[in-house]
């Protein structure tokens, strides 16, 4: 299993894949959470690497999944934001009127953090 993690000052996404790719958490946590939430997950999923976004306040986060006793490889964020977005309306369509304004031009009503930390998995692994 890989961890994925979109750092940031008041959120992080946090995603677990399988190697093929396949989901099995992903969510928004706050970001003082978050060495909690790396330590109860690597006790639950067995985790072969952290997958960690070199953006906003990696460096934190980098040395919260150390503390927890896991390695990690750094993947570039870049345009990542942008392909959340896309992602986002592909898996929740936009209804009523929303549905003829393009998603390009919409904002998701909800962070696309844990999409990002999904997105940073599948790069690592060449997937997607």
């Not at 896991?70 to 009523?96: I, M, Q, Y």
């Amino acid at each position: 299993m890989f961890m994925g993690i979109d750092p940031g000052r008041d959120k992080c996404g946090v995603a677990i894949l399988t190697a093929t790719g396949e989901i099995k958490f992903q969510r928004v946590i706050s970001t003082e959470e978050l060495d909690v939430a790396i330590k109860n997950l690597a006790a639950e999923f067995e985790i072969e690497k952290v997958i960690l976004g070199d953006g906003t306040t990696h460096k934190a986060a980098a040395k919260k999944i150390s503390a927890a006793g896991l390695t990690f490889e750094l993947v570039d964020e870049k345009h990542t934001t942008e392909e959340a977005r896309r992602e986002f309306w592909k898996k929740n369509p936009p209804s009523g009127w929303r549905k003829f304004l393009p998603t390009s031009m919409q904002v998701p009503p909800e962070p696309v953090d844990a999409i990002v930390a999904e997105i940073l998995v599948k790069r690592f692994l060449h997937i997607g």
